[in-house]
């Protein structure tokens, strides 16, 4: 349901609005310093110190990484860094399905057999209690870096969390934790770049340090050529935080999604320098990206035509994929509106995520039935969890007493009589968007504008004379439709600029 506002004439004050920004994060969007800050920190200054010291006594340093774009980008700028040192150092990405996530206590006792005297966990490590103990118990130090949320005090040699940073690095993720380390030793660009792509991947708030490693990040990426970067995304003359989103993070997750593919090599692959062995990797992330696709569009259409009209949807089949469960559930959830678990099935067992939709903590809801669950964990928008086929159906009928009744969202959306590529270009000087600072959608009248089918197949409208609107979607579109609504992409061709807009929905 869409309430219309008009929009006026500034574009960034309506972004403003629908945020409900307040005076310190509007004054943030007029500050274009990208200079990334110092974190004058005692925990990192310990940090700093372990390292130097594994270094004069020429120790071996284990980092123990996460299988999802976050955790890779981590170990890549620790090991880049470690290297740097002249520190002999391994790493280890779990596999998703094998190990699970987090650092193990069988890790760590093979890491001592190997002879490793210090771990650096990136991206996990703030749960992992049987694995610190054992590190306590072959006297093996633990740096802990890691963003997820702390349910207890951990015992080892120091932790790195936003939480106990100043405000301007609460909202960090694991790379932009272990970039604040690497900067005590050196500023590479290159690295701020990958902490820059996790950061987006990991969908952080666009506020203070991450939004200069954003907007830095970027600065780099589009006066530089890293070529591994580059292999990931098609060619265009200026990126922003979108191609990053939709072209090279889901690549990098996708190896870790699939059985077949091994994420530990994605850290051999950042670090390259050789542009043949480069295109010849990435050819290969891109490939597993598209077999990714495959999964999970197949997934879903079969999803589509399991569900039925219950207040949540339940779906699960042996043929479904466990890494892609958490894909196929948004996708559902978003196209049917309608929080959806979606598992995968090994004889009795169901493993496991689910997405909800706007105004619906999922996380909660699920929360008063735990005792069902193997495993739960999550968020309000994200559950990762797994349970038996048993106690599955006692989970649908409890679903089915509590006939859950859904708040009825009302999105604003602003009504634009006239706009110029100016003005968007204008907007886009407040970039990056992203958490916390999202763009609304935008409407148009279309009531007396005619459009055409593009390749007989997407309806397309001239609104201007340099603003055009397409829909690729679905939409039952007919004579008295009267607004479109949807987002505004800038395009390029030919030095010429123009405003495209991309219809998500009509009325």
């Not at 993070?249 to 994605?266: F, T």
């Not at 309608?338 to 995968?344: A, E, I, K, M, W």
């Not at 007396?448 to 997407?458: I, S």
Request: proline share 3%.
């Amino acid at each position: 349901m869409y309430q219309f506002k008009e929009a006026k004439k500034k574009l960034i004050d309506n972004v403003i609005e629908y945020n409900h920004l307040n005076e310190e994060q509007i004054q943030q969007l007029m500050d274009n310093n990208i200079e990334l800050t110092k974190c004058p920190n005692h925990r990192l200054d310990r940090i700093v110190q372990r390292i130097y010291q594994a270094k004069d006594n020429q120790e071996k340093v284990f980092i123990a990484g996460d299988y999802d774009c976050d955790g890779i980008m981590a170990v890549t700028i620790l090991k880049y860094t470690l290297d740097a040192l002249g520190i002999e150092n391994g790493y280890y990405i779990p596999n998703r399905f094998q190990d699970g996530y987090g650092l193990k206590g069988e890790t760590v006792s093979k890491v001592a057999s190997k002879g490793y005297s210090l771990i650096i966990t990136v991206d996990n490590g703030i749960s992992a209690f049987e694995a610190l103990e054992v590190a306590k118990q072959l006297h093996i130090d633990v740096i802990v870096t890691d963003h997820h949320i702390q349910s207890q005090p951990i015992d080892c040699y120091e932790v790195l969390h936003p939480d106990y940073l100043e405000q301007q690095f609460q909202g960090l993720c694991g790379a932009g934790l272990a970039l604040l380390v690497s900067r005590c030793f050196l500023e590479e660009e290159y690295l701020v770049v990958l902490a820059m792509i996790a950061t987006i991947g990991d969908v952080m708030p666009v506020w203070y340090e991450n939004r200069k490693l954003i907007k830095y990040g970027l600065h780099i990426l589009n006066t530089s050529n890293y070529a591994t970067i580059k292999a990931l995304v098609l060619p265009k003359s200026e990126y922003d935080e979108f191609d990053i989103a939709y072209q090279i993070v889901p690549k990098v997750n996708a190896v870790g999604r699939l059985e077949d593919s091994n994420p530990n090599n994605l850290v051999k692959y950042f670090l390259l320098k050789d542009d043949r062995s480069i295109l010849n990797v990435a050819s290969q992330i891109i490939q597993i990206n598209n077999k990714r696709k495959e999964l999970s569009q197949q997934m879903v259409i079969k999803g589509l035509q399991d569900i039925k009209e219950d207040a949540i949807h339940i779906l699960y089949d042996t043929s479904f994929h466990q890494g892609i469960c958490g894909l196929a559930a948004g996708n559902i959830a978003s196209k049917t509106n309608r929080p959806t678990l979606v598992f995968s099935q090994e004889n009795t067992i169901l493993k496991g995520s689910g997405r909800s939709i706007k105004g619906f903590h999922l996380y909660d809801y699920l929360s008063q039935y735990k005792e069902l669950f193997q495993s739960f964990g999550g968020h309000g928008q994200a559950v990762g969890l797994s349970l038996s086929l048993n106690h599955l159906k006692i989970l649908k009928s409890n679903i089915e007493k509590d006939k859950i009744i859904f708040k009825q969202m009302v999105e604003d959306v602003y009504l634009i009589k006239h706009i110029t590529v100016d003005d968007f270009k204008q907007l886009c000087h407040f970039r990056p968007f992203g958490e916390g600072f999202v763009l609304p959608q935008w409407a148009f009248e279309v009531k007396h504008v005619p459009y055409t089918m593009l390749k007989g197949m997407y309806p397309k409208w001239k609104l201007q004379e340099d603003v055009n609107a397409i829909c690729f979607k679905k939409l039952n579109i007919l004579d008295s439709t009267t607004y479109i609504i949807g987002t505004i992409q800038l395009n390029r061709y030919f030095n010429k600029e123009s405003l495209q807009i991309i219809v998500q929905d009509i009325m």
